[in-house]
């Protein structure tokens, strides 16, 4: 299996397996807060089994690790169930502005995470990305705006789980945002292909790679 399907359905089954439990505890009697206290955790299995199996985690599994931890332990401190059902919301935020802070930075979170999936496929002779970065300046420049793209849509994303945490019923919300995630991963999809393809990012024969197929 490759590592791109691997995380896709690790992410499935842990979205899946937490807005399930949710809604298995509240039909069981459990109120809304320890329900979701208690669902919040699902995700960190999988997170500290990556963890402990790899022993050095990459950028993207430290990122994932320090997310669901600051989340878990927003789920046990704060008492507001509502608080409780924005929190995706912040979360996805804070991402957001720090996609767009990174498209100045030294490497774009859009490189640093697009990078385990293309790297050795793409290139007139699948180059490393180190050598793509340190080359070719359009190719610095494709991934400061896509870093930007993702950051508009995270940004985008959370306001409207916030805007839902707070105006739906509290037990409609963990579905809603569950298929919320669904529709965002699949608009962010088509928006990154609508600005990658043309920019000759998949074609080893672009103008993009010019410089390496001269030297």
Do not use: C
Not at 133 to 141: I, Q, Y
Request: charged share 15%.
């Amino acid at each position: 299996m490759s590592t791109r399907l691997r995380g896709l359905l690790t992410l499935a089954v842990d979205v899946g397996l937490t807005v399930v439990l949710y809604y298995v505890l509240r039909a069981s009697g459990v109120e809304p807060h320890l329900a979701f206290v208690i669902s919040s955790f699902v995700p960190g299995v999988s997170v500290v089994s990556d963890l402990v199996r790899r022993r050095r985690p990459d950028r993207l599994g430290l990122y994932m690790t320090v997310m669901m931890l600051a989340s878990a332990a927003v789920s046990v401190l704060v008492h507001d169930p509502r608080l409780l059902l924005a929190k995706d919301g912040w979360f996805t935020g804070v991402a957001g502005l720090w996609f767009l802070i990174s498209a100045r930075g030294e490497r774009p979170l859009a490189f640093v995470f697009t990078r385990f999936i293309l790297e050795g496929r793409i290139g007139p002779n699948r180059e490393s990305w180190d050598v793509l970065w340190a080359r070719l300046p359009a190719f610095r420049r494709i991934w400061r705006v896509a870093s930007v793209i993702w950051g508009a849509g995270l940004l985008a994303d959370a306001v409207v789980r916030i805007v839902i945490a707070y105006a739906l019923p509290m037990d409609a919300v963990p579905g809603v945002n569950t298929a919320q995630y669904v529709v965002f991963l699949l608009l962010m999809q088509v928006a990154m292909n609508v600005y990658l393809v043309p920019s000759g990012v998949y074609n080893r024969w672009s103008p993009l790679y010019a410089e390496l197929r001269s030297s």
